[in-house]
Nanobody
Framework: QVQLAESGGGPVQVGGSLRLSCAIS????????IAWVRQGPGKEREFVAS????????YYADSVKGRFNISKDKAKNTVYLQMNGLKFEDTAVYFC????????????YGQGTQVTVSS
């Protein structure tokens, strides 16, 4: 069993930065991927980024490549999402998720944290 708790969301201006944190309770299996997904207003949930727990492989949606960076601190059981160059369209509830596929089909989700980008 894995439990996920996000933090770090809030209001930010266009072009600004935020760092989201995902605190993981329990020990993810070595095969697990920890991901960030988001759901904007009136939109479906979409993949943002993910990282394999056991190695350094990371995956990104095209819309965030070059702006967002996912990292992990295994000693702290925490995964981070550094978001730079934020755009209006990045406004969404951001969820941490865990599963075995990098892009979808996750088994566990956190409660989400709101990110609002404004001028």
């Amino acid at each position: 069993q894995v439990q996920l708790a996000e933090s770090g969301g809030g209001p930010v201006q266009v072009g600004g930065s935020l760092r989201l944190s995902c605190a993981i309770s329990g020990r993810p299996y070595s095969s697990y991927v920890i991901a960030w997904v988001r759901q904007g207003p009136g939109k479906e949930r979409e993949f943002v980024a993910s990282a394999r727990w056991s190695d350094s492989r990371t995956y990104y949606a095209d819309s965030v490549k070059g702006r967002f960076n996912i990292s992990k601190d295994k000693a702290k059981n925490t995964v981070y999402l550094q978001m730079n160059g934020l755009k209006f369209e990045d406004t969404a509830v951001y969820f941490c998720a865990a599963g075995t596929s990098p892009y979808d089909g996750y088994f566990y989700y956190g409660q989400g944290t709101q990110v609002t980008v404004s001028s």
